[in-house]
């Protein structure tokens, strides 16, 4: 394993990479900055449906002739390094008390910002609002907002697994025990910007790591739309690497076609595949690079739909499988199949009228078997796949 700590990655590229924002209270854009096609979107939903990629599709959902215009406002005029910088403490109407779901809906707004952090930001709200006078009293608070966040969506690996890592991470400390309220609440606080923090340097630190691992001349084959994938290939172009990229389309929502998109904007070679054109191209790949929805026990992936076969044909053919995921997706799950695990839905349409007696898999994600995988991009180092299990040891004690 190749491990750098974050902090070494930071320091030694503060000057030459990228300035990061320097206060950790950052506050959730207004109802008003919503983008109308969002909020539109968000409103008819689909009990059939998981809510977590409505979300997705709300952000980078491309599934009509339009998808350019589609795409950029999906983007809209916020990014990471605009985020306000004025510390919130309230949502919503300001008649209405705090609501953590309230607090979590309007930073999961943000296209650029994972639902994960999103939720680590909402709770760190929890502490800076909570009328609790007691840690005991703090901690319960914290545990029911912890619940309702991750009954949202019982679908969503990254929003659970945030969820938890933030409770642990924030209450381990027992110097709590040894303070009076006052000054423990402020050490809670302090804790929960700090990991708020951390997580949402997460992918920068991620494309850092990376690169070493583009060499120029090289293709890479990319699947679906991956926030931290496009943030390793945005790095590399900004370092003037030479490289091409093949972009699978991503049926059915057709996210690689915003990654595409994207990638056309940096002035990057990238040439758009049909799913079922990734075996015929293979043999013009160096490498392969994804996202993940969840990284488990074993250091296996659950991701999109297709990831599992892309991985079967580049190990037949000899070519590395790389996983971009940042730590608060890994999960204490070990997926022993492809059934095992909560199903995620998703819409089809084909286009056609389907008959009623023809049966539709919806299913929106497939898990990938560690054996399958060559090397994982994380916040935490880079990792192969047999050490996720002592990662996940380091982050739960």
Known sequence: MWHRSASFILGKNQNDVVTMPESRHL?????AAASLSMA?????????ISAYYQTRAAHIGVVTSDWLAQAQA????????????????????????FSVIDEFDNWRKQPDLAEAVAAIRALASVIRSSEATTMMELEIELKKASDSLKSWDKTSISLTAGCDLFMRYVTRTSALEYEDFNSAKSRLLERAEKFGEISYKARKIIAMLSQDF????????VHGFSRVVLEILKTAAQNRKLFRVL????????????????????????????????????????????????????????????????????KS????????????????????????????????????????????????????????????FTDLGVLTPSVVSDELIQLYL
Not at 27 to 31: G, H
Not at 40 to 48: A, F, H, K, M, S
């Open 27 to 31: 506050s959730p854009p207004s109802a």
């Open 40 to 48: 539109d979107t968000l409103q008819q939903t689909n009990p059939n």
């Open 74 to 97: 999906a983007v809209g005029d916020q990014s990471e390094e605009t985020v306000s910088v004025n510390c919130s403490s309230k949502c919503g109407d300001s008649g209405k008390g």
């Open 214 to 221: 583009i060499f120029d001349g090289c293709t890479i084959l």
């Open 247 to 314: 972009c699978t389309e991503g049926r059915p929502d057709r996210t690689g076609l915003r990654l595409s998109n994207e990638l056309a904007k940096l002035d990057v070679p990238v040439k758009l595949l049909i799913d079922s054109a990734v075996a015929y191209s293979m043999d013009e790949v160096d490498m392969v690079f994804v996202g993940a929805d969840g990284v488990v026990e074993s250091g296996g992936v659950i991701n999109m739909m297709g990831t599992y076969q892309i991985a079967l044909v580049a």
């Open 317 to 376: 053919m000899n070519k590395p499988v790389y996983v971009a995921a940042e730590s608060y997706k890994f999960a204490r799950l070990y997926t022993l199949d492809q059934k095992d695990m909560v199903p995620a839905l998703r819409p089809i349409d084909f286009g056609v009228p389907i008959p009623s007696k023809v049966e539709v898999e919806t299913s929106a994600r497939d898990y990938t078997p560690p054996q399958y995988l060559t090397l994982l």
